[in-house]
């Protein structure tokens, strides 16, 4: 591709590498006449602006010379020490003349800028080269084998380099050789190259082809080995370049063949020892490789002979070529386009001649007609092989797994340069991560061994802060025996110190128990005692009711006379008195007709909160429920709420109103107090309440809540808010609290622990950290098996050289036996594979094959996507007959509806069931199925109406006896109204349901939008039946009002919230579809 015309017949010559900005040197050429047929001869430098689209060169500087020349060198002499700033020119007249000029003088328009001038050749200086290691030393040539060394430095005096040849012939060019310093080789036009060794101040070698047809027009030396030149040819009967090797200077060791007219110059790139520049009387400007003798590029070119080529120094894609016709033209090797430089042309002579009168006839011409010719492709293909100094020279990247691969360029040795160098590549692991390398192999020990108690007691042990080392002492109680109990000594709350705290204060004196006095002054009632003087026993009543102290009344201490019966009956008297009294009476005839209700209430006004107590455990446990409720109304003290949710077994009271600086005190009385199944949602309340607190120290007991109550996604969720996990070694802090967590509660309660998207998304960074340190192994098992990093999971398998698992058994490789099965519960489930070693998961979608579990629902309400796995008890097994046969396969729908548990389809699956499980397993928990993949039972079916058990009633027929019975048709049943005000909650959420289903596209969401709005109607029965409770009701409509706004985060933390802090058997039945719709709306956008 031309980028730059200059409008000389001249020679050339390039700035040196060291120069910038980069200049070209035209000297007029000598045996030459251009259009003007001109005589006078000048020096010109042009300035190479690549910046500028145009093709003109700007020039910088010339200067008139009396002499034409014949060859023109630029060295860099001077440039380093600033003597000469931009080198020196050196130039040969056509009359032995060799003349320097100062380029920095010619540039800023100095009219002295001869350096030196010496005339020591006989005839024209034809040959000009600068030695490349000394470049104070230039070799030239003339006639008569005339040669001469020239110290820049020391002008007057040249050298030469050895006896002139014999017979004595014109001097056609010289050249310095590239790689030792003292080695000069010279050509004449009879063919015969001369190579001279300074040092020895002689000839050492000629080269000559045998054919005697070379007339050597060029010689260049190989840029990296030292014994290797090339000779061109301008015979157009040989117009070859033979490539010589000193070491077998027989014959020519390459022949380049494809000019079919003369060579007259040659060029031998310094950056690319295989871009070899010719140019010949065929007008063709040829690029070689000179190891292989092939042509790699062709520059497009004019009609007319280039006698001169050269390659830029400072940019090695850039060469020069001056041409008979007149133009210094500048191309470039890498290919390009001259459309550009093409449009100018035709814009410049379109303003030369468009409408103007060039005849002065006073006549305007017409526009100019350009013929409309097909556009010609202009675009120049680039070289076959990228060149030497785009290429790297070594190079580094990055592998999967930590890898580093490098690689370098290995020099070819000088002895065989025509062949291929090998190619070396070097793979290293790069460790960057040391310590959270080692703690991670430390942790994959402790999984693989088990031995997590002794693990967690190290990471105490070397905790930083009293804050960590209670996270790990937490920890560890989890696998130690009654944890409840290691959970209240790490509170500060230890048995052994309570018993020596209480047994001395039981142990002190008796009088300081001070005994209730009874006032025996009552005043007089308008009722008199039915009794008067009677004894008790003429009362009817029995003595049992008397006081202890009444009936075996004993002397005083004083030893006084026996009391007489007189005294006795006065006694009875009072005693008949006090019962007679207001309340003591109406108490005393309430028990005696049995009504403890009563007696309790009148002890309850009286302040008599013991004998209420008492008479209350009497009356029922109804009762006492009711006495203990207004006794804590009635009694306010420090202790008093605390001993009502230890009696009244409401710890959720405690938690929801407690002062938080007590927040050990509520945990303590949860871990003493809470019932087993609902002790994990109260400790998790209470780590809410704390991490929503303002302070700081309390926000961070939030994790201690989250770790008593298993909750790893909260634990998760409050860490990664709280902590940088940035870093690699958070991060790990991160895992191993989790893995450990996750073990505890795999260890307590069994089967496959679910993952959130947020403990996933962790779990999934830490993976890859995991394998950008080369532990590809470990990486691959703590990946989450249905992750949506599907590429790093492959990448993994790949590396670990396993087999590429098939899309339907996605998740279901052999992963290491100590790092637990993780499931990833996503917002919008894809499909899970089964799991034969663990219990189906219960977002699970049951494929097309009928399964028995489909009909195992219990009458309650069933598992959602998201909903944690209920207690199911396992299916009592039948015992097949003997002549039990197999029943043929289901090829038809099965038509019997739902509620018929007898019907052929009980039947025929209940015995599928029993052939599939096997005489010793049990039968699996129930597995949820949209009812519109299987639609087995009539539309319109209530789903509240119960469904039958498989096993039937006690008694019933079993085995082949069971015959199918009439179905019976199902009646229609009237749905009471929701109420008014509720009515905006099914506005709310049903159009949530119809906007996600026009937004989504994918089959699977548009299923589970389907089966969320039919299981919604559990929401709304409960909602007409009124049995909701007024916080659940309050949350739903908050949520309602969050999807107006289209904050679907807040909704989710709503129902967050409703689901913590409510009862599970109350909201498992719509809870987890209304958290399935939200996620799919924040996931849609809608």
């Not at 020349?69 to 630029?74: A, G, N, Q, S």
């Not at 030893?559 to 008949?576: A, D, G, V, W, Y």
């Not at 069971?962 to 049903?990: A, C, D, G, R, Y």
């Not at 802090?1061 to 958290?1075: D, Q, W």
Request: hydrophobic fraction near 35%.
């Amino acid at each position: 591709m031309k980028l730059k015309e200059i409008n000389r017949t001249a020679l050339q010559a390039w700035s040196p590498a060291q120069q910038h900005p980069i200049y070209l040197a035209a000297g007029t050429s000598a045996q030459q006449l251009d259009a003007t047929f001109s005589t006078s001869a000048s020096l010109e430098i042009f300035e190479l602006d690549l910046a500028d689209p145009t093709l003109a060169m700007k020039s910088c500087g010339s200067v008139s010379s009396p002499h034409r020349y014949h060859k023109l060198v630029w060295g860099p002499h001077g440039i380093e020490d600033q003597s000469l700033p931009s080198g020196v020119l050196i130039a040969g007249g056509e009359n032995g003349d060799i003349i320097l000029y100062d380029a920095s003088k010619i540039i800023a328009g100095d009219s002295e800028v001869i350096i030196a001038q010496s005339e020591k050749h006989t005839g024209p200086v034809r040959a000009l080269d600068v030695n490349s290691f000394q470049t104070n030393l230039v070799a030239s040539g003339g006639n008569e084998s005339e040669i001469y060394i020239w110290d820049l430095n020391s002008f007057s005096s040249p050298m030469t380099p050895g006896p002139k040849t014999q017979p004595l012939e014109d001097i056609s060019c010289v050249a310095w050789n590239r790689q030792v310093q003292h080695i000069l080789a010279s050509a004449s036009p009879s063919g015969k190259a001369s190579v001279w060794d300074l040092r020895k101040n002689d000839l050492i070698i000629k080269v000559s082809d045998h054919s005697n047809r070379m007339h050597c027009s060029g010689l260049a030396w190989n840029p990296e080995v030292a014994t290797q030149l090339v000779l061109a040819s301008e015979d157009d009967r040989m117009p070859v370049i033979q490539m010589w090797d000193l070491r077998f200077a027989t014959s020519p060791l390459k022949v380049l063949e494809s000019h079919t007219r003369g060579v007259l110059a040659i060029a031998w790139s310094e950056a690319d020892p295989e871009l070899l520049l010719s140019c010949g009387k065929d007008n063709r400007i040829l690029c070689w490789n000179p190891n292989t003798a092939e042509v790699l590029y062709e520059l497009p070119t004019s009609t007319q002979w280039c006698f001169d080529i050269q390659w830029c120094p400072r940019n090695p894609a850039v060469l020069s070529a001056a041409a008979f016709d007149g133009h210094i033209s500048i191309y470039s090797i890498m290919g390009g386009s001259n459309d550009h430089a093409t449009t100018l042309q035709a814009e410049q002579l379109s303003s030369s001649f468009g409408n103007m009168d060039p005849f002065g006839t006073g006549k305007m011409l017409p526009p100019l007609q350009l013929p409309q010719t097909a556009p010609s492709q202009s675009t120049v293909t680039p070289l076959k092989k990228p060149p030497k100094w785009i290429r790297r020279p070594v190079g580094a990247s990055f592998a999967f797994g930590g890898k580093l691969v490098t690689l370098d360029n290995i020099k070819p040795a000088a002895q065989q340069p025509q062949q291929t160098a090998a190619h070396v590549v070097h793979i290293s692991q790069v460790v960057t991560e040391t310590d959270f390398l080692d703690r991670s192999n430390r942790l994959q020990a402790t999984l693989t061994a088990g031995n997590f108690l002794e693990y967690c007691q190290n990471k105490t042990e070397a905790a930083q802060s009293e804050f960590e080392k209670t996270v790990w002492s937490f920890l560890k109680v989890n696998f130690e025996e009654d944890a409840r109990g290691k959970y209240l000594e790490l509170l500060g709350y230890k048995k052994e110190e309570l018993s020596g705290q209480v047994l001395p204060l039981l142990a002190g004196p008796l009088e300081s128990v001070q005994l209730p006095t009874i006032d025996l002054q009552q005043p007089e009632s308008d009722v008199m005692p039915p009794c008067g003087s009677q004894p008790p026993a003429a009362l009817g009543l029995s003595p049992d009711i008397l006081p202890q102290e009444t009936t075996s009344l004993q002397a005083p201490v004083d030893s006084k006379p026996p009391i007489l019966l007189r005294e006795l009956e006065f006694l009875l008297m009072i005693l008949c008195w006090l019962f007679a009294s207001d309340i003591d009476g109406l108490i005393t005839q309430a028990l005696l007709i049995g009504d403890y209700e009563a007696a309790v209430n009148l002890c309850l006004h009286d302040n008599r909160m013991a004998d209420s107590i008492i008479l209350a455990i009497a009356g029922g446990p109804e009762l006492l429920a009711k006495t203990q409720k207004k006794y804590f109304t009635k009694t306010q003290s420090k202790i008093s709420k605390l001993i009502s949710a230890v009696v009244m077994k409401d710890c959720l009271d405690i938690l929801e109103t407690c002062d938080l600086q007590n927040w050990k005190e509520a945990l303590a009385a949860v871990m003493t107090y809470a019932k087993p199944e609902e002790f994990s949602s109260l400790c998790g309340l209470l780590g809410s309440r704390l991490e929503a607190a303002e302070d700081a120290a309390l926000q961070a007991q939030a994790c201690l809540c989250y770790i008593c109550a298993g909750t790893v996604e909260q634990l998760v969720a409050y860490w990664a808010k709280a902590q940088d996990s940035s870093s690699p070694l958070a991060l790990q802090e991160l895992v191993e609290k989790v893995v450990v967590l996750q073990r505890a509660v795999l260890r307590a309660q069994g089967g496959v622990s679910d993952m959130g998207a947020l403990l996933a998304e962790k779990m999934n960074q830490y993976a890859s950290l995991l394998a950008s340190q080369g532990s590809l192994q470990t990486a691959i098992s703590y990946l989450p098996t249905n992750t949506q990093q599907v590429t790093l999971r492959d990448r993994l398998s790949r590396a670990l050289g396993q087999q590429q698992q098939q899309p339907g058994a996605a998740g279901t490789g052999t992963l290491p036996a100590a790092v637990p099965v993780q499931t990833y519960t996503q917002p919008q489930p894809p499909q899970v594979p089964a799991q034969p070693a663990a219990p189906p998961q219960y977002y699970q979608q049951v494929p097309e094959t009928l399964t028995p579990d489909l009909f195992c629902s219990s009458a309650g309400p069933q598992n959602g996507w998201n909903d944690p796995p209920t207690l199911n008890r396992a299916h009592k097994k039948k015992k097949i007959p003997e002549n039990f046969t197999p029943p043929a396969p289901i090829t038809a729908p099965i038509m019997a509806p739902l509620g018929d548990p007898q019907g052929p389809a009980g039947q025929t699956m209940q015995t599928l069931q029993s052939q599939q499980q096997g005489p010793d397993q049990p039968v699996g928990p129930a597995t949820f199925s949209p009812i519109q993949q299987q639609p087995l039972g009539p539309p319109g079916r209530n789903p509240n109406m119960p469904q039958g058990n498989m096993e039937g009633a006690p008694g019933a027929p079993i085995g082949d006896l069971i015959k199918p019975l009439q179905s019976i048709p199902t009646e229609k049943i009237t749905k009471k109204p929701i109420p008014e005000e509720h009515m905006v909650l099914k506005t709310t959420f049903e159009g949530l349901i119809q906007k996600c289903l026009a937004a989504a596209s994918d089959p699977q969401t548009k299923r589970k939008l389907d089966d969320a709005h039919k299981r919604l109607e559990y929401l709304y029965d409960k909602l007409r039946e009124q049995t909701l409770s007024p916080a659940i009701v309050g949350g739903l409509h908050n949520m309602a009002r969050s999807i107006e706004c289209r904050c679907y985060t807040d909704g989710l933390n709503i129902h967050t919230h409703i689901v913590s802090s409510s009862n599970f058997s109350e909201t498992s039945a719509f809870m987890p579809v209304l958290k399935v719709v939200l996620t799919q709306a924040n996931k849609l956008g809608v």
